[in-house]
């Protein structure tokens, strides 16, 4: 997947100079592979929840996972659809209603449902995916955690802290769950600004 990157960006024209890459959860992930790979192509990594690296702690969906519940993430009904977004969010007040989830469920899920599996496989099956590539990474890296994260564990900081040799910054978001850019936008989005521009300045990283 991060060839495919590499190919986008070739191909759109956006590698005529160094570039500010960012993800969240798989995505996260994503481009952390993606900076490790091509470092000559990244000058700042941002990482949000990245997926890709095992934890000491198992998070609730591991947990829920390790017990057989592998469609927590692909809900079928709006009721699933609840309980999903009751596990990715902090802040419970942001669950759709009712009617909201099964438009949802209806018009974005099950059209798609077989990618949505095979997506979220790929997350299960490809736990650790992301760890052999930290040391690899050369860019200056920001890493944004939400505190009550239940998807990816927060202590998959302590592994990162470990495996990286680049300079890294760690933000977390008290108050928010796996869904950062929904639950903190204003903060994340400060965050990685003032991150940016730190290193641009080329400050010493926190």
């Known amino acids: 997947y991060a060839a495919k990157i590499h190919q986008f960006v070739s191909a759109v024209g956006l590698d005529r100079g160094r570039l500010h890459v960012l993800g969240h959860s798989m995505g996260g992930g994503l481009v952390g592979c ?16 990245p997926g890709g690296v095992k934890a000491a702690e198992k998070s609730v969906m591991f947990e829920r996972v390790a017990q057989g519940d592998r469609d927590m ?41 077989d990618f949505q599996r095979e997506m979220f496989n790929a997350i299960i099956e490809k736990d650790d995916e992301l ?23 927060i202590t998959c900081l302590d592994v990162m802290k470990k495996e990286m040799k680049a300079p890294l910054q760690v933000d977390i978001i008290e108050n928010s769950g796996h869904t950062v850019p929904l639950e903190a936008p204003t903060k994340a989005a400060t965050l990685l ?14």
């Open 34 to 49: 993606y900076a490790a790979l091509y470092p000559d192509e990244v000058s700042v990594l941002t990482m949000m929840c």
């Open 73 to 113: 993430l692909i809900p079928e009904t709006a009721e699933q659809a609840e309980d999903m977004f009751d596990l990715c969010l902090y802040d419970k007040s942001l669950i759709p209603p009712k009617q909201l989830l099964q438009g949802f469920v209806d018009y974005y899920v099950k059209p798609k449902i």
């Open 131 to 153: 760890t052999p590539y930290l040391g690899k990474i050369s860019a200056p890296t920001q890493v944004i955690w939400g505190r009550h994260d239940q998807l990816l564990h």
């Open 193 to 206: 600004l003032n991150f940016r521009e730190k290193v641009l300045k080329k400050a010493p990283l926190t």
